[in-house]
């Protein structure tokens, strides 16, 4: 949800190499050398730098949707095959930061989800605009590639909401994030609208915390939990360029503590959808 979630994710501009992404890069390279062609000549050929096709043969890029089939015009139709089936076994989990991906598995389960965020949209909330403010501003800068493969992999995983319809998804929101103005007032107008939409979701609850709330227990920063299948409560929380899963039962029953206060000091549904209204009104 944030890391990959909200400002601070993906601030790895490369994943730790994945086995998928390692496969179809041995396969690439395998596949290149048998046609007795250097990086360099295959790269001028496919139209990609010989840089980005090196990342790819090391399984630290995920290669783009369109890589089979310009290999097949330079290596053959064998390629094509071969290059198509390494690619369906891979994930877009690949792409995400090496240290979010656990969490990104257990949100993929969980029955339950629950998020508290002060620093961004929550990233299964953001739309593709915002997401794009987000990264185009990350420092240090990112290439283009890098920066649609993460968006891509965002979206992607914002599949979960309209996929796991059982999953019961809450989300408390501080409304400083709104009117931070992230990329501008036609992105955070398209943000509110967004955040409107999914609060109509039978398994969305949205809440905005109020910049003015003198009873606020979310001081010690955003958190996140989920409950996996087996009624267990794993915890997230996270900072720069790190994250912590908690999973001690202890340490998530202060985090689900607090997280039931923050739900009863922010803006119940109605009153949410009334400020964001409001907001939207406003820009």
């Not at 090196?54 to 783009?64: C, D, W």
């Not at 965020?117 to 605009?129: D, F, N, T």
């Not at 202060?254 to 549904?269: F, H, N, P, W």
């Amino acid at each position: 949800m944030t890391a990959d979630h909200g400002a601070g994710a993906s601030t790895n501009t490369e994943p730790e190499p994945s086995d998928g992404l390692k496969t179809f890069g041995a396969v690439l390279k395998a596949l290149r050398e048998e046609s007795g062609l250097t990086q360099e000549e295959f790269a001028a050929r496919v139209r990609y730098s010989a840089a980005y096709i090196a990342k790819i043969e090391q399984g630290k890029r995920f290669p783009p949707k369109d890589l089979p089939a310009r290999a097949e015009e330079v290596l053959g139709p064998v390629a094509l095959k071969v290059l198509s089936a390494a690619a369906r076994s891979l994930t877009r989990r690949s792409v995400l930061a090496s240290w979010f991906r656990h969490w990104a598995g257990i949100e993929e389960e969980a029955i339950s989800l629950y998020a508290y965020e002060c620093r961004a949209i929550p990233g299964l909330l953001q739309p593709e605009p915002y997401i794009r403010a987000i990264f185009e501003r990350r420092l240090p800068p990112a290439l283009e590639e890098q920066i649609e493969r993460e968006v891509t992999s965002r979206l992607d995983r914002q599949h979960l909401i309209s996929t796991n319809q059982n999953t019961a998804f809450s989300f408390v929101i501080e409304q400083s994030v709104l009117e931070r103005r992230m990329g501008g007032r036609e992105v955070t107008r398209q943000v509110i609208n967004h955040l409107l939409e999914m609060g109509t979701r039978r398994n969305v609850e949205i809440q905005i915390m109020p910049t003015v709330q003198e009873d606020h227990c979310g001081i010690d920063g955003l958190m996140y939990l989920a409950e996996t299948s087996a009624n267990q409560w794993i915890g997230y929380t996270e900072g720069q360029r790190s994250s912590t899963l908690i999973s001690a039962p202890k340490d998530v029953s202060v985090l689900l503590q607090r997280y039931g206060k923050l739900r009863s000091q922010a803006l119940d549904c109605r009153a949410t959808v009334k400020l964001l209204e409001q907001m939207r009104g406003a820009l």
